[in-house]
């Protein structure tokens, strides 16, 4: 984070566990979707923030903000799966090589010797 970073997302950057930025930011968690798709979770809240635009915003601000990206990110898992949600380039890879081996009936022609 550059010097113009609020410090919030100084403190967010700076922490190591998923909990930990639930705790941070006063939200609310399912142990049990962390413990499925802890860094599904993670990706996500990252993609969002970038998605974010912090400048100009008070403190206050900018936690609701990071607050609303994290609530998001966890939601998307609470009702979704990781297999569902591809967050990272391997289910994108899996999902295209699955399509691509894919063959349909109507493809296939009858051989005769």
């Not at 970038?50 to 903000?65: H, N």
């Amino acid at each position: 984070m550059t010097q113009a970073t609020p410090a919030l997302l100084d403190t967010l950057a700076g922490l190591s566990a998923a909990e930990d930025l639930f705790d941070c930011l006063g939200l609310p968690y399912a142990p049990e979707v962390l413990n499925v798709a802890r860094l599904h979770v993670m990706k996500r809240f990252g993609a969002y923030l970038r998605e974010t635009d912090f400048a100009g915003l008070d403190a206050e601000e900018v936690a609701s903000r990071c607050r609303a990206a994290l609530s998001r990110a966890h939601e998307d898992f609470v009702t979704s799966s990781p297999l569902q949600e591809k967050v990272f380039k391997v289910f994108e890879t899996q999902a295209s090589r699955r399509k691509a081996a894919f063959v349909g009936l109507d493809s296939l022609a009858i051989v005769r010797p």
